[in-house]
């Protein structure tokens, strides 16, 4: 039996956390699978899969390996069925990106029935969250990084620079006036944003001609994800400093409203970060150029063209 046979066999072993069900499927004898399973594991040298005589699970190794399994089962399916239709083969198998709240909520979401239409075998499975994840060891295939790339090893694709816009909900601005110059700053307050709770709290950013610059402002509330700094400025606890992107809609409703438009924050670039630009498979590479041109409508400059 090839790896790959027992990789196939452990994937549904783990997909039914049941080795009786697995043989059924399959139409292998119950001992053949587990067997595969076993030297599967001796191979590896650990431990995939926890036994006991009610269930199967997936041991904290057998978790990262059936994740990783997928992905390589699926490239050998794609492989195989590279010729077998005139133009290619259909996409099929997993990607899987991280991203913003934001960013999924307003731009990536609302259009992937779009994608999905083009390429119904697709599998797209997406993370949401404030935190930077590994894109190596967490199995990602492509995150979209919004603000400096400091991740090494990775490769990155420019995509464009997000505007920034200053906002407020419009009973702040009845109870505290509306700011026209960063002299009136003084009078008002910032909805802080910080990473880590405990750091120090920044101030009210503008461009001065090709310089940043960070002006001190009083604020009583600091949060540390995107959902809680807008939810805080509707809530009327102070200015805040966001991508134009994740606001566009509360700002057609009138829940926020613009200020201070000649000082604006710098832009904020949008990266595609993924791990290798060797053996990237045609479904990940399809769905980046696809992130791309829909991210495009957004950015104030053009994506740059496909990963070659």
């Not at 090839?2 to 080795?19: C, D, N, T």
């Not at 400091?150 to 906002?167: F, I």
């Not at 505290?176 to 009136?184: A, N």
């Amino acid at each position: 039996m090839s790896l790959i046979q027992r990789m196939e066999i452990f994937a549904r072993v783990a997909e039914l956390a049941s080795f009786t069900q697995a043989a059924e499927q399959l139409g292998l004898p119950k001992a053949s699978v587990s067997t595969a399973v076993q030297q599967l594991e001796n191979q590896l040298g650990t431990r995939l899969l926890h036994r006991t005589t009610r269930r199967v699970q997936l041991t904290q190794d057998g978790q990262v390996f059936h994740e990783r399994c997928k992905d390589v089962l699926s490239d050998i399916d794609e492989l195989q069925s590279l010729f077998q239709q005139q133009g290619g083969a259909p996409l099929q198998g997993r990607v899987r990106i991280d991203m913003s709240t934001g960013l999924a909520r307003n731009a990536v979401i609302p259009r992937l029935p779009e994608l999905l239409a083009l390429h119904p075998r697709l599998e797209l499975e997406i993370s949401s969250t404030e935190r930077r994840v590994d894109v190596v060891r967490e199995g990602f295939d492509c995150v979209l990084r919004v603000g400096p790339v400091t991740d090494r090893g990775l490769v990155a694709r420019p995509l464009g620079q997000m505007q920034m816009v200053n906002c407020a909900s419009p009973g702040y601005l009845r109870a505290h006036g509306v700011p026209l110059t960063l002299q009136d700053l003084a009078q008002h307050r910032l909805v802080h944003y910080a990473t880590t709770l405990g750091a120090p709290a920044g101030g009210f950013e503008h461009m001065d001609g090709a310089q940043d610059r960070s002006l001190p402002m009083a604020g009583a509330v600091t949060v540390s994800s995107a959902e809680a700094y807008t939810a805080a400025c509707l809530a009327g606890l102070g200015l805040i400093q966001v991508p134009l992107l994740g606001v566009q809609e509360l700002l057609a409703q009138g829940r926020l409203v613009r200020v201070l438009d000649a000082w604006p924050a710098r832009p904020m670039p949008l990266t595609l970060l993924y791990a290798h630009r060797r053996n990237l498979s045609k479904r990940v590479r399809v769905v980046m150029d696809w992130l791309a041109s829909v991210l495009a409508e957004h950015l104030a400059q053009q994506a740059p063209p496909p990963v070659d």
